[in-house]
Nanobody, 114 residues
């Protein structure tokens, strides 16, 4: 079955960096686009970034453009999100999602606070 397991979240000070990882299994990872989505406390889901199957196309929400970088390693079935210049409003649970939108991980919490 499809499994997506996020890791790498934690507490970081404003201006700091974190790298999230998503380990994928149970499907042909290299043939699907992948997405990061986040949910801030008490708010709805927000799309963050997506990457095509061969990494040729990446897209970002305006709120993270220039600060976050999505990448993937198809040999390792891994999706990444490098987050730099973090701000308090980046605090959220971050989820990786299968390109179909049908499968999600359990999320990893990122807290940006001094």
């Amino acid at each position: 079955q499809v499994q997506l397991v996020e890791s790498g979240g934690g507490l970081v000070q404003p201006g700091g960096s974190l790298r999230l990882s998503c380990a994928a299994s149970g499907f042909s990872f290299s043939t699907y686009s992948m997405t990061w989505v986040r949910q801030a406390p008490g708010k709805g889901l927000d799309w963050v970034s997506s990457i095509s199957s061969e990494s040729s196309v990446t897209n970002y929400a305006d709120s993270v453009k220039g600060r976050f970088t999505i990448s993937r390693d198809n040999a390792k079935n891994r999706l990444y999100l490098q987050m730099n210049s973090l701000r308090p409003d980046d605090t959220a649970v971050y989820y990786c999602a299968h390109g179909s939108g049908d499968y999600w991980g359990n999320g990893t919490l990122v807290t940006v606070s001094s």
